[in-house]
Antibody, heavy 119, light 107 residues
Framework: EVQLVESGGGLVQPGGSLRLSCAAS????????MHWVRQVPGKGLVWVSR????????NYADSVKGRFTISRDNAKNTLYLQMNSLRADDTAVYYC????????????WGQGTVVTVSS | DIQMTQSPSSLSASVGDRVAITCRAS??????LNWYQQKPGKAPKLLIY???SLQTGVPSRFSGSGSGTYFTLTISCLQPEDFATYYC?????????FGGGTKVEIK
């Protein structure tokens, strides 16, 4: 069974940092690009970042560029999102999602972890 | 950035109805168009990728069509479990962008 399990969310003050993790199992993690997507409750989906299979190529949404860093450890089947200089508008549910083999989409999704940025 | 415009933003339909949701891209995205279904409190689920390819396990009543900048998700015979929010996504170029969503409600 494919599983993506996010952790690391919580309440943090503006300007603070959090590190999200996403543990993958049930599929060949190292062969998939991986992504982070976020969603403010009641609002739409927003793509945040992606990383290639080897971890050498990354992309970010403008809203998080320079503050967030995506990385992965293929030996541990784990995806990370280091979030620094957090702002109130970063408050959202953060989903990790796999890419798709042979095309660009999100095949597998985690259940999400909630990040709340508030004083 | 490529803007994705979905319409309608919501619709009411009955079980057995045929439903169509449209998605327009601000520029050509070739066939890099995906559709997701999301139910309240749940993660999105991939329905269709590359315009018209049905993800494994997705019922055949879901279909996708279109090209260039105009795309359609059709549900041929709405079932009770189809009441959800649907999102299109372009994966042609980063930042990957989603449409605003279409909430399908029970009439």
């Amino acid at each position: 069974e494919v599983q993506l399990v996010e952790s690391g969310g919580g309440l943090v003050q503006p300007g603070g940092s959090l590190r999200l993790s996403c543990a993958a199992s049930g599929f060949a993690f190292s062969t998939y690009w991986m992504h982070w997507v976020r969603q403010v409750p009641g609002k739409g989906l927003v793509w945040v970042s992606r990383i290639n299979t080897g971890g050498s190529d990354t992309n970010y949404a403008d809203s998080v560029k320079g503050r967030f860093t995506i990385s992965r450890d293929n030996a541990k089947n784990t995806l990370y999102l280091q979030m620094n200089s957090l702002r109130a508008d970063d408050t959202a549910v953060y989903y990790c999602a796999s890419g798709c083999l042979g095309t660009n989409c999100h095949k597998y999704w985690g259940q999400g972890t909630v990040v709340t940025v508030s004083s | 950035d490529i803007q994705m415009t979905q319409s309608p933003s919501s619709l009411s339909a009955s079980v057995g109805d045929r439903v169509a949701i449209t998605c327009r891209a601000s520029q050509s995205i070739d066939n890099y168009l995906n559709w997701y279904q999301q139910k309240p409190g749940k993660a999105p689920k991939l329905l269709i990728y590359a315009v018209s390819s049905l993800q494994t396990g997705v019922p055949s009543r879901f279909s996708g069509s279109g090209s260039g900048t105009y795309f359609t998700l059709t549900i041929s015979c709405l079932q009770p479990e189809d009441f959800a929010t649907y999102y299109c996504q372009q994966s042609h170029s980063t930042p990957l962008t989603f449409g605003g969503g279409t909430k399908v409600e029970i009439k």
